[in-house]
C-alpha cells in the first residue's frame, strides 16, 4: 500500500470505535435505522482526519438508503496518497436493536482501485474457508460436495465439519442438505463478516460458510480472508427484479464468479470493533468515566487484538 500503513490502522481503528460507541447507545432500543444512522455518522467523522485521500468503494448510503458513507464519497484530509475504503458501519443491526450479541462496527482499506465495487449489486452469493480448504471450494458445486472436499482438505469427516449460514428464508434449503449430508450448522440471525471470522479465526470452531449476504460484507471479508491467506468465491446474487435489471443496466455480468484475489486485488486490511459483545469482541465497557473498546485488526498475515480505552 503506497501510504503509511500504521497511520491509515490508526485511522480504521479510530472509525470502528467511534461507530461502535455510538451505536452501542442505542442497544436495546429496537430502532435499526437509528443505530445504523449513529454509526455511521460517527464513522464517517473519524474518516474525515485520515491522511490522503480514501474513496468509498462499496458502502452504506445506496443498500441502507443512508446520507453519508454511500459508493463514490471521497473521505479524508486530502493530503497524502489515494486509497480505497469499504465499510458497514454497523453489521448486524437487528442485533444491536435487541441488544443480542454479534454487532460488529467494520471498515477495511486497500490500495487504490483495489476492492472491487459491485454496483448497484447488493447481494453476493459466497464461501468461505481456512487457508488448508481454498484450493478445492467451487460456487457451481452442489453444497455436499462442497463438504466432501473442504473435509477432505482439512483431514475430517463430513460428519466433523460446523458450516456458518445465516438463518434467512432463502437458505432453507441450503441448510436441510447441509444437514441431511451430516455436518453441523450454525445460523445466526445475521452477521455476515462476523460468521467469516469465526472461519479465518483459529480460535472459533467454524469450518466454511456457505450462502448468501452483503456486497459490502463480502468485499470487507475479501481483505480480511486475503490477509490471512484463506479462501474465498463469490457471486452476485440479486434478491429482487429490480436489483437484477440494474446490475445488467451496469453492464455487470450476475453469473461471473470472482476469487479473492479480484475481490480485494491488492494489499489489504480490516479492522472491527465490538458493539453488542459475543464470542469474538466484546462490547464498549464505561465506567468511572472512562470507555473501553475491544478490536480486531487483520493485516499482512497477523492477527492483532487491541483494547482501546478513553478518559472523560
Given at each position: 500500500?503506497r501510504?503509511d500503513?500504521?497511520?491509515?490502522?490508526?485511522?480504521?481503528?479510530?472509525?470502528?470505535?467511534?461507530?461502535?460507541?455510538?451505536?452501542?447507545?442505542?442497544?436495546?432500543?429496537?430502532?435499526?435505522?437509528?443505530?445504523?444512522?449513529?454509526?455511521?455518522?460517527?464513522?464517517?467523522?473519524a474518516?474525515?482526519?485520515?491522511?490522503?485521500?480514501?474513496?468509498?468503494?462499496?458502502?452504506?448510503g445506496?443498500?441502507?438508503?443512508?446520507p453519508?458513507?454511500?459508493?463514490?464519497?471521497?473521505?479524508?484530509?486530502?493530503?497524502?496518497?489515494?486509497?480505497?475504503?469499504?465499510?458497514?458501519p454497523?453489521?448486524?443491526?437487528?442485533?444491536?436493536?435487541?441488544?443480542?450479541?454479534?454487532?460488529?462496527?467494520?471498515?477495511?482499506?486497500?490500495e487504490?482501485?483495489?476492492?472491487?465495487?459491485?454496483?448497484?449489486?447488493?447481494?453476493?452469493?459466497?464461501i468461505v474457508?481456512?487457508?488448508?480448504a481454498?484450493?478445492?471450494?467451487d460456487?457451481?458445486?452442489?453444497?455436499?460436495?462442497?463438504?466432501?472436499?473442504?473435509?477432505?482438505?482439512?483431514?475430517k469427516?463430513v460428519?466433523?465439519?460446523?458450516?456458518?449460514?445465516?438463518?434467512?428464508?432463502r437458505?432453507?434449503?441450503?441448510?436441510?442438505?447441509?444437514?441431511?449430508?451430516?455436518?453441523?450448522?450454525?445460523?445466526?440471525?445475521?452477521?455476515?463478516?462476523?460468521?467469516?471470522?469465526?472461519?479465518?479465526l483459529?480460535?472459533?470452531?467454524?469450518?466454511?460458510?456457505?450462502?448468501v449476504g452483503?456486497?459490502?460484507?463480502g468485499?470487507?471479508?475479501?481483505?480480511?480472508?486475503?490477509?490471512?491467506?484463506?479462501?474465498?468465491?463469490?457471486?452476485?446474487?440479486?434478491q429482487?427484479?429490480?436489483?437484477?435489471?440494474?446490475?445488467?443496466a451496469?453492464?455487470?455480468?450476475?453469473d461471473?464468479?470472482?476469487?479473492?484475489?479480484?475481490?480485494a486485488?491488492?494489499?489489504?486490511?480490516?479492522?472491527?470493533?465490538?458493539?453488542?459483545g459475543?464470542?469474538l469482541?466484546?462490547?464498549p465497557?464505561?465506567?468511572?468515566?472512562?470507555?473501553?473498546?475491544?478490536s480486531?485488526l487483520?493485516?499482512?498475515?497477523?492477527?492483532r487484538?487491541?483494547?482501546?480505552?478513553?478518559?472523560?
Open positions: 500500500m501510504v500503513i500504521h497511520a491509515l490502522e490508526a485511522v480504521a481503528l479510530a472509525a470502528t470505535r467511534s461507530a461502535a460507541v455510538a451505536s452501542y447507545a442505542w442497544a436495546g432500543r429496537y430502532d435499526q435505522k437509528a443505530a445504523d444512522a449513529a454509526a455511521t455518522k460517527a464513522m464517517r467523522e474518516l474525515a482526519e485520515a491522511p490522503g485521500r480514501g474513496t468509498v468503494v462499496i458502502g452504506e445506496e443498500k441502507d438508503d443512508a453519508m458513507l454511500f459508493n463514490g464519497e471521497v473521505v479524508g484530509t486530502g493530503n497524502g496518497p489515494d486509497f480505497d475504503i469499504a465499510v458497514d454497523l453489521e448486524g443491526t437487528s442485533f444491536c436493536a435487541k441488544d443480542l450479541p454479534g454487532s460488529l462496527a467494520t471498515i477495511a482499506f486497500g487504490p482501485g483495489t476492492l472491487w465495487s459491485p454496483g448497484p449489486g447488493f447481494y453476493m452469493d459466497k474457508v481456512p487457508p488448508r481454498k484450493d478445492v471450494i460456487l457451481d458445486d452442489p453444497p455436499e460436495r462442497t463438504l466432501a472436499n473442504v473435509a477432505a482438505a482439512l483431514g469427516k460428519g466433523d465439519l460446523r458450516v456458518m449460514i445465516m438463518d434467512k428464508p437458505h432453507k434449503n441450503l441448510i436441510a442438505r447441509v444437514l441431511q449430508a451430516g455436518a453441523a450448522v450454525q445460523t445466526p440471525a445475521g452477521g455476515d463478516v462476523g460468521g467469516s471470522l469465526a472461519v479465518l483459529p480460535t472459533l470452531d467454524v469450518d466454511l460458510l456457505l450462502g452483503g456486497t459490502p460484507e468485499v470487507m471479508t475479501a481483505a480480511a480472508v486475503r490477509a490471512l491467506g484463506g479462501g474465498m468465491l463469490g457471486r452476485l446474487a440479486p429482487r427484479v429490480e436489483e437484477a435489471d440494474a446490475i445488467r451496469a453492464g455487470m455480468p450476475i461471473r464468479v470472482y476469487e479473492c484475489a479480484e475481490l486485488a491488492g494489499d489489504a486490511f480490516f479492522v472491527a470493533t465490538g458493539v453488542t459475543g464470542t469482541l466484546d462490547r465497557r464505561t465506567a468511572d468515566g472512562t470507555t473501553t473498546c475491544a480486531l487483520i493485516s499482512r498475515g497477523e492477527i487484538y487491541l483494547t482501546h480505552t478513553t478518559f472523560e
